[in-house]
């Protein structure tokens, strides 16, 4: 357990603490930029790299964010001081991206428990959960340059301050972290697990990544009802998330191949 300040205060995160951090470090990526407020990180790192200015590695975080964006077009705003939004430039193969936001999310799990005494785990395809509650979410947006890949993470956001019911935040659990070496914990386990993947040729199987993923995702194995972007809803047991990505859950008419949908585990 790691902690430098008090929850909520915005002094944890810094430009210059990052520097320090990121000079203490073996992580290779050095184009991280953070930002005290800013309206969507990935909005900010995704104009960079379109125009040439940010590749592969290239971050942006902030203690703040105002008009973030969350799956399916939701809003994911973060209040000042108590939680971090960071986005990464990824540059895989255009067909194997899919894999991006799996390799994100088990990238967050591992820094979290790497740092933090609670028991987190994933839900598919992209949250961070700690019990029933989602700490944190992933969005990952391609663009000409590649993939940017955002995360929010509610480090110590209040309860009467948390989004919606089903949300919760690190300090709720007793983790007492501070954001800056959260920021680089998360990047230098996106950056082991990224190496992985493409020295295996993006492969997830191959890399290994798959099964770790598999190895602390909820929702494999459970009962689901997948909320479809058609508004269709899928019930079926979820037998397992395949080299893309995917979900594939096995319903009474066959298996369902999904690359999206919101899902419930049913009880």
């Given at each position: 357990?790691t902690?430098?300040s008090?929850?909520?205060?915005p002094?944890?995160?810094?430009?210059?603490?990052?520097?320090?951090?990121?000079?203490?470090?073996?992580?290779?990526?050095?184009?991280?930029?953070?930002?005290?407020?800013?309206g969507?990180?990935?909005?900010d790192?995704?104009?960079r790299?379109?125009?040439g200015?940010a590749?592969?590695?290239?971050?942006?975080?902030?203690?703040?964010?105002t008009?973030?964006r969350?799956?399916?077009?939701?809003d994911?705003?973060?209040?000042?001081?108590?939680?971090?939004?960071l986005?990464?430039?990824?540059?895989p193969?255009?067909?194997?991206?899919g894999?991006?936001?799996?390799l994100?999310?088990?990238?967050?799990l591992?820094a979290?428990r790497g740092?933090c005494?609670v028991?987190v785990?994933l839900?598919?395809?992209?949250d961070v959960?700690?019990?029933?509650g989602?700490?944190?979410?992933?969005l990952a947006?391609g663009t000409?340059?590649?993939?940017?890949?955002?995360?929010g993470?509610n480090?110590?956001v209040?309860?009467d301050?948390?989004?919606v019911p089903?949300a919760?935040?690190?300090?709720?659990?007793?983790?007492?972290?501070?954001?800056?070496?959260l920021?680089?914990?998360?990047l230098?386990?996106?950056?082991?697990?990224n190496e992985?993947?493409?020295?295996?040729?993006?492969?997830?199987?191959g890399?290994?990544?798959l099964?770790?993923?598999?190895?602390?995702?909820g929702?494999?194995g459970?009962?689901?009802?997948?909320?479809l972007?058609?508004?269709?809803?899928?019930?079926g047991?979820a037998?397992?998330v395949?080299?893309?990505?995917?979900l594939?859950?096995l319903?009474d008419?066959?298996?369902r191949?999904l690359?999206?949908?919101?899902?419930?585990?049913?009880?």
């Open positions: 357990m902690t430098s008090s929850p909520g205060d002094t944890d995160l810094t430009q210059s603490l990052v520097d320090e951090l990121l000079a203490a470090s073996s992580l290779p990526w050095r184009d991280v930029t953070v930002l005290a407020s800013t969507s990180t990935n909005a790192l995704g104009e790299l379109a125009a200015t590749g592969e590695g290239s971050v942006v975080a902030a203690g703040e964010q008009s973030g969350g799956r399916q077009g939701r994911w705003q973060s209040p000042p001081g108590t939680s971090l939004s986005s990464v430039a990824l540059q193969p255009v067909e194997r991206s894999f991006v936001p799996t994100v999310a088990l990238g967050v591992r979290i740092l005494d028991d785990t839900k598919w395809p992209n959960m700690i019990g029933d989602k700490v944190a979410g992933i947006e000409a340059g590649g993939v940017v890949v955002g995360c993470i480090v110590s209040p309860q301050d948390l989004p089903t919760t935040s690190l300090a709720l659990h007793g983790a007492d972290v501070d954001r800056a070496r920021l680089v914990t998360v230098e386990q996106i950056h082991a697990a992985l993947w493409r020295e295996s040729a993006y492969s997830a199987e890399s290994g990544l099964a770790g993923y598999s190895a602390v995702c929702t494999i459970a009962q689901v009802e997948v909320a972007p058609d508004g269709t809803v899928l019930t047991r037998e397992d395949d080299d893309e990505g995917r594939v859950v319903t008419s066959g298996r191949t690359t999206a949908g919101d899902v419930l585990h049913v009880r």
